[in-house]
């Protein structure tokens, strides 16, 4: 059902192909978040694996540096409508950091300073579908934008890109993190308008 | 929740300011939701063109209606449109109420601590006026950073909430232009401190507006003393 309403002629003639259903392109970087932004200072920073039964894989901020870095050029979809094309990141690939992660689970449960968390499958975080960046357009990323790390999922909506990432837990089973037990998606697939419960 | 969309009909504008209008949407069937969700709308043009936006509920207006209160982005694409355009009796669809962090209910209690900034104001005065529906007597209280005079949403109702129920409070900050005898200026750490519950009081904290003052506001209020975990936010952009 989709009824017109009067009046409204709307701007962009045509659609991108690159933009999925009920989003929109914008050039500016809306911020969203739930709280207060974290401020973890590079000195402080661990990232960390937790493979079950007290398997835990760590690496400090000089580790993470010396990890061979990839420069990512793509899209990314927020659940609330907007979309930014071509955004540029600098990070590490997480099949590098999965590389020595020996694990039989399918799910994982990814953890932010300030305690946010939000779960992905396992296979949607491996086989170049996802990083953890720590530049932005060149430049170091700012802590409002999840500085001094954070994940980069971009095939799901934006709020499974972690701001702040701590670490990634592996789970047996899929569980919800913060926002999906807030109304939104388990999965989170914006090409389906997988948005809401 | 609901996930189908809903077509609405406008029951009722009024101008909230000269860039800022509420509008009343009514439902075939019941509505309902809490104070700080949001909605979805969908326009549909003639050619069939949709353009999906999310808006903060101001009000619910049971059974069958609630009320959104837009203001009208310079180089909006949707805003302008439902600020000036939009008439009584035009439909448009509706997707949600969604949303369950950024929400009070009067049985979450309190003291209730609300920030807003500019059009941030919209979710905040959802929980003062579910506050007054309850007759909570959970303290409240409302700080509100706006322009000038000429910018405040729903002056009246605001200004008797603040002289009638005893349990709220109302400060109003001006950043450009202020009435006869009010400071204006930059809303600054110390006014922030001044018009809130101290930490030791555990407020909870609803801060609402643009990224920078969210930034700026959440961030003052930690380093007050406040607990982390006690402070939502939602900032408006994009």
């Known amino acids: 059902m989709a009824i017109p309403t009067s009046g409204f002629a709307g701007r962009r003639r045509t659609r991108d192909v690159n933009l999925p259903p009920g989003q929109y392109a914008t050039d500016s970087f809306p911020v969203m978040s739930a709280g207060p932004t974290p401020r973890v200072l590079r000195a402080d920073w661990t990232f960390q694996i ?24 793509t899209d990314i979809h927020c659940v609330t409508h907007w979309s930014k094309f071509g955004t540029a990141w600098r990070g590490v690939s997480l099949d590098t950091l999965f590389e020595d992660v020996e694990s039989g689970s399918d799910h994982t449960m990814v953890h932010s300073y300030g305690g946010y968390t939000t779960n992905i499958p396992l296979g949607d975080l491996l086989d170049g579908k996802a990083w953890l960046v720590h530049e932005f357009d060149g430049e170091p990323l700012a802590a409002a934008h999840g500085g001094p790390a954070r994940l980069l999922v971009p095939h799901l909506y934006l709020w499974k890109s972690a701001k702040w990432v701590s670490g990634i837990r592996l789970m047996d089973q899929d569980l919800p993190g913060f926002w999906e037990t807030n109304g939104y998606a388990m999965y989170g697939d914006p090409w389906r308008e997988d948005r809401y419960w | 929740m609901r996930r189908t969309w809903q077509a609405a009909e406008v029951s009722a504008a009024r101008p909230e300011t000269a860039t800022a209008r509420t509008l009343r949407l009514r439902f075939p069937d019941a509505v309902s939701g809490v104070a700080g969700q949001h909605v979805d709308l969908r326009l549909t043009a003639e050619d069939g063109y949709q353009a999906v936006r999310s808006y903060s509920v101001a009000a619910w207006v049971p059974p069958h209606e609630l009320e959104l209160t837009v203001e009208e982005l310079d180089d909006g694409e949707v805003s302008p449109y439902l600020v000036t355009e939009l008439s009584v009796g035009d439909r448009l669809e509706v997707r ?13 209690g309190g003291p209730l601590q609300l920030i807003a900034g500019g ?26 950073s706006v322009r000038d005079p000429g910018s405040v949403f729903y002056r009246g109702e605001l200004t008797v909430l603040g002289q009638e129920d005893t349990q709220v409070t109302i400060d109003v900050a001006y950043t450009r232009a202020a009435p006869d005898g009010r400071p204006v200026g930059r809303l600054t750490r110390d006014a922030v401190t001044a018009a809130c519950f101290p930490p030791e009081d555990h407020p909870a904290i609803y801060i609402c507006g643009s990224t920078g003052f969210v930034e700026s506001v959440a961030s003052w209020l930690v380093e007050d003393g406040h607990d982390a975990g006690r402070i939502r936010t939602e900032r408006y952009g994009g």
Do not use: N
């Open chain 1, 50 to 73: 937790a493979a079950g039964q007290g398997r835990t894989h760590q690496w400090t901020w000089e580790q993470l540096q010396a990890l061979p870095q990839e420069d990512v050029t």
């Open chain 2, 96 to 108: 949600g109420p969604v949303g369950g962090w950024f929400t009070w209910t009067p049985d979450l």
């Open chain 2, 119 to 144: 059009s941030g104001i919209v979710p905040l005065m959802a929980m003062l006026r579910s506050h007054a529906e309850a007759r909570s007597v959970v303290p409240a209280r409302l700080l509100y």
